[in-house]
């Protein structure tokens, strides 16, 4: 597990599988964009406010992973997408790479409704 991982769950934000990472918010419920750390804690998947030094910042939004929809996951070369509904509200992400083992968590929180 990288630094960050190790960090996150030290701190508390994630629990110990470490799916943690930041990524580019493209889309959130109150119009907000920019750097996100997405950490899953338990079912909850919860978006904190982030610097450019990957500084963990204010609670933005707590997603119960059971709840979500449309859950899509695209992991290229050039691009790579994170997309889903939550409470009638569209979530998208992008510009994360390496985190295959996070985004199996995400999948298999929400596949185990």
Excluded: H, W
Excluded at 72 to 93: C, D, H, M, P
């Amino acid at each position: 597990m990288a630094k960050f991982q190790d960090k996150l769950i030290a701190d508390g934000y994630c629990d110990n599988r470490g799916a943690g990472f930041c990524a580019t918010a493209t889309k959130l419920p109150r119009g907000e964009y920019g750097i996100v750390a997405l950490c899953v804690n338990g079912n909850k998947l919860n978006l904190f406010d982030v610097d450019m030094r990957s500084n963990i910042g204010e609670l933005l939004y707590e997603v119960d992973l059971k709840q979500v929809e449309n859950l899509k996951i695209r992991t290229g070369i050039f691009s790579q997408v994170l997309k889903f509904e939550y409470n009638g509200s569209a979530y998208s992400f992008t510009n994360f790479v390496g985190v295959k083992p996070s985004l199996k968590v995400i999948e298999e929180e929400v596949a185990n409704r």
